[in-house]
């Protein structure tokens, strides 16, 4: 429980705290929060993206693992985008997980984001030795966020991770092609231990793996256009060719003649929608 003196300040996953009482587990006992330890980081969304008011999502997160299926569902790059946009905007290191590559390759989704140079991890079940001993290697000693979309396989991880988590595992519905919310709430989990020595206590060396219940948005309500713009990365060249103050909607905007010279129109029209979101415009 929370000590009265801390009021009205709410306490997420990943917060570091101080407890008072008794701390065993054993049944019966009472321990409470007495304080709050400052948040390194502060990973948010809002609830949409004209809505500038917030929820902390996860504190004092170093990494960010967005989790795509190639299939089943159909992988969504804007929604990708949108963890992108975020993940910059808290200090987060971005790492995309593609899953289900024995339904559909990855070719077409690794070569889209490869210019802005992402970490980028294909899986499929069951999962390979091999493929678990790479995702074990970026996870070691960090802590981790898993964002993604229901359905994607984010419970599938959890439980090849760490086989005594036991998350429920959902479906895709067959007619809308949208999965099932089999997790309600965010749980942290600490990973075993593969990597000894050298790490601080608060990152011990397993690392920990913040699991998240699947969503279907990410609103940016928080998030300034101009920060919006600073995570399409691949765009930055263009963008610097643009004149003092261009929103990149108008008229003018350098980066329409940019992209065009090099087939980057997809991503162009990406960073677009997401602007006009952001500013409350038509998308």
């Known amino acids: 429980m929370k000590a009265r003196e801390l009021g009205h300040n709410s306490i997420v996953v990943g917060d570091r705290v101080s407890l008072a009482g008794d701390t065993s587990g054993t049944p019966g006992t009472l321990a409470r929060i007495v304080r709050v330890a400052e948040r390194t980081s502060v990973l948010r969304r809002s609830p949409d993206d004209t ?92 802590v981790s966020v898993l964002i993604g979309q229901s359905g994607v396989g984010k419970s599938t991880l959890v439980n090849d991770l760490i086989p ?33 020595g050298g790490h601080p206590p608060s990152s011990p060396p397993g690392g920990w793996l913040i699991d998240t219940p699947g969503v279907r948005g990410f609103g940016l309500g928080h998030v300034a256009p101009d920060r919006v713009a600073e995570a399409f990365g691949d765009l930055a060249d263009g963008i610097a060719g643009c004149p003092p103050g261009c929103d990149h909607l108008s008229e003018g905007c350098a980066l329409d003649e940019w992209a065009a010279s090099r087939h ?20």
């Open 164 to 196: 005594d988590a036991d998350r429920a595992v959902g479906t895709v519905n067959a007619v809308t092609g949208k999965g099932r919310h089999t997790s309600s709430s965010a749980i942290a989990l600490r990973l075993p231990s593969t990597v000894r």
């Open 51 to 142: 809505d500038p008011s917030e929820r902390v999502v996860v504190a004092n997160a170093q990494q960010m693992v967005i989790v795509c299926a190639l299939a089943d569902p159909e992988p969504k790059t804007r929604f990708l985008d949108r963890c992108l946009v975020a993940a910059y905007d808290a200090g987060l290191s971005p790492l995309l997980v593609l899953t289900k590559s024995d339904l559909a390759q990855p070719r077409k989704l690794r070569a889209l984001y490869r210019p802005l140079d992402l970490p980028v991890l294909t899986t499929r079940q069951p999962l390979p030795a091999v493929t678990l001993s790479r995702l074990r290697s970026a996870l070691a000693g960090r």
């Open 264 to 283: 980057a129109e997809a991503r162009l029209d990406s960073l677009r929608r997401l602007l006009r979101s952001v500013s409350g415009a038509v998308a």
